[in-house]
């Protein structure tokens, strides 16, 4: 059974950093895309960040410059390092993959961990 188990949030001030971990079950994730969403309450899921299977990322506008994703494949483990957070960072943030089970592409999704940026 394919899981994604995030962990890391938390409560940070602005200009403040945390690293969220995503670690995966169930298959080998190297193949595949993984990726950070978070959704701000009364706001759609939106994507932050995503890196493929050769390393390549890629970067919301809104956090590029400040959050970097990284991916350990021998842990099936992605991460989020998040500096200079700003009160807007605040949201649930979700771990997420797309993989191939038989013949059949499927999403995937963790529980989410909650972020919040205040002072």
């Known amino acids: 059974q394919v899981q994604l188990v995030e962990s890391g949030g938390g409560l940070v001030q602005p200009g403040g950093s945390l690293r969220l971990s995503c670690a995966a079950s169930?298959?080998?994730?190297?193949?595949?895309?993984m990726g950070w969403y978070r959704q701000a309450p009364g706001k759609q899921r939106e994507l932050v960040a995503a890196?493929?299977?050769?390393?390549?990322?890629n970067y919301a506008d809104a956090v590029k410059g400040r959050f970097t994703i990284s991916r350990d494949n021998a842990k099936n483990t992605v991460y989020l390092q998040m500096s200079s957070l700003k009160p807007e960072d605040t949201a649930v943030y979700y771990c997420?993959?797309?993989?191939?089970?038989?013949?059949?592409?499927?999403?995937?999704w963790g529980q989410g961990t909650q972020v919040t940026v205040s002072s």
């Open positions: 169930g298959t080998s994730f190297s193949a595949y895309v």
């Open positions: 890196i493929f299977s050769g390393g390549t990322t």
């Open positions: 997420h993959t797309h993989i191939i089970i038989g013949t059949t592409w499927q999403d995937y």
